[in-house]
C-alpha cells in the first residue's frame, strides 16, 4: 500500500471548526512554527502545552476505528496530532519521516481542510495525487518518499496530520 484515500472523511461542520481554529491560532508563534522544511509552512509539530479542539480528538478516536488500529502508539509529537498552515509558495521537498517508536513504522493519516488556489498537493513517491477538501489519505511516511507541490496564490493549504506508529506487518 503506497497510499489509501478516503473522500470526504469529515463533515463540513467539522472542518469549519478545524479551520477556525487554525485560522485563530496561526499567529502565535508559541504555538505554530516555522515547519523546518524551507518553504512557507507553519506547523504545531513543534509545541507542547496547548489544546487541540475536541473535534481533532473526535476525528483520530473515527480514523483509529475505521482503520481497525489494534496495536499502535502515537509519534512524539503533542497528542499524534500536528495542525499545518502552508502559504503561498511553499513546498515540501521529497524526504522520509522518523520512526518514531522502531520497529514500529510511523503512518500518517493526512485531511485536506483548505487547497490552495492551485498547487499543494501531495507527491508519494513520485505520483501527485488530487485531493478534494475534507479527503483524508494515509500511507507510512517512514517508509515513502514525500513532498507536495508549490502552493500557488493567496489561499493557504490547511491540513491536519495524524500521526500513528504501527507494526507494518500487521497493517499493510
Not at 504555538?31 to 475536541?54: E, V, W
Not at 513546498?91 to 513504522?105: A, C, I, R
Not at 483548505?114 to 483524508?136: A, F, H, M, N, Y
Request: aromatic residues 14%.
Amino acid at each position: 500500500m503506497d497510499y489509501k484515500i478516503i473522500k470526504n472523511f469529515i463533515s463540513s461542520e467539522e472542518q469549519n471548526d478545524l479551520v477556525k481554529w487554525i485560522m485563530n491560532n496561526k499567529n502565535n508563534p508559541q504555538l505554530f512554527k516555522d515547519a523546518g522544511m524551507k518553504g512557507n509552512r507553519i506547523t504545531t509539530r513543534y509545541s507542547q502545552g496547548f489544546s487541540f479542539p475536541d473535534v481533532a480528538f473526535r476525528i483520530q478516536k473515527r480514523i483509529i476505528s475505521k482503520l481497525k488500529f489494534k496495536d499502535f502508539k502515537l509519534p512524539k509529537y503533542h497528542h499524534g496530532i500536528v495542525a499545518s498552515y502552508a502559504s503561498e509558495n511553499d513546498t515540501v521537498f521529497k524526504h522520509l519521516d522518523p520512526q518514531w517508536h522502531p520497529p514500529y513504522e510511523t503512518l500518517h493519516c493526512n485531511l485536506m481542510l483548505q487547497k490552495p488556489l492551485k498547487g499543494g498537493k501531495p507527491i508519494i513517491e513520485k505520483e501527485t495525487i488530487d485531493l478534494d477538501e475534507r479527503d483524508l489519505w494515509c500511507y507510512y511516511v517512514s517508509k515513502v518518499e514525500h513532498g507536495s507541490s508549490k502552493v500557488i496564490g493567496k489561499k493557504p493549504r490547511l491540513m491536519y496530520v495524524f500521526g500513528f506508529c504501527i507494526n507494518y506487518e500487521s497493517f499493510k
